[in-house]
């Protein structure tokens, strides 16, 4: 089955049951069978390359865009949870939604190796079960079942989301998405 069609820069990108496949010329070209992906990421130009992450049943994957063959540069160690849903924020942080217990918070530490941290009801959030991670007006939030959560730095802490607040009050929210022109589409329960 087909999870996503993404277009990263002028490359077709397939997530599928099966792994990740580039579409060139009309050709479904095999660039990793470590698992069903499910997503796509590009990270912000880090060193001057071009690194996307993707998201597959088994955890997340790094990959580099050299030319025209994408280049897999491994997994993100000790993260081996099924990643539906991820988003990056403007820090390279990688947010990672699980619906039975809750969002990871995936960074790069100062050795280079990936530090890893579960955020669940203890961390702020309304329960431990049902979040989804998006990205909204440049902002990283958290579909619950109370309402819209954004993460506070300042309390490494989850938090009902200011911003937010007055469109869905403590709604129980399922999936958002930001159009281009703006408007933002919902889906409750």
């Not at 599928?16 to 698992?35: H, M, Q, W, Y």
């Not at 989301?161 to 998405?177: A, C, E, P, Q, T």
Request: include cysteine; charged fraction near 20%.
């Amino acid at each position: 089955a087909l999870h996503c069609l993404v277009l990263y820069r002028t490359n077709l990108l397939a997530g599928t049951d099966e792994g990740f496949f580039e579409i060139r010329d009309n050709t479904a070209l095999p660039v990793s069978k470590t698992g069903g992906f499910w997503i796509f990421q590009p990270l912000q130009n880090l060193h001057q390359s071009s690194m996307v992450v993707a998201c597959n049943y088994h955890g997340v994957r790094i990959f580099e865009n050299a030319g025209h063959n994408f280049i897999d540069r491994g997994a993100i160690e000790n993260f081996v949870e099924s990643a539906r849903f991820l988003v990056i924020d403007n820090n390279n942080t990688i947010w990672v939604s699980h619906p039975y217990r809750g969002i990871y918070k995936i960074q790069a530490g100062i050795t280079g190796a990936y530090e890893i941290k579960l955020y669940a009801s203890a961390n702020g959030l309304p329960s431990s079960l049902n979040n989804h991670v998006y990205k909204v007006k440049n902002r990283v939030v958290i579909a619950t079942e109370k309402g819209i959560y954004e993460y506070n730095m300042r309390t490494d802490a989850f938090e009902p989301s200011h911003f937010f607040k007055d469109i869905f009050g403590s709604l129980g929210v399922r999936y958002l998405k930001e159009d281009p022109g703006g408007n933002i589409w919902f889906i409750q329960e």
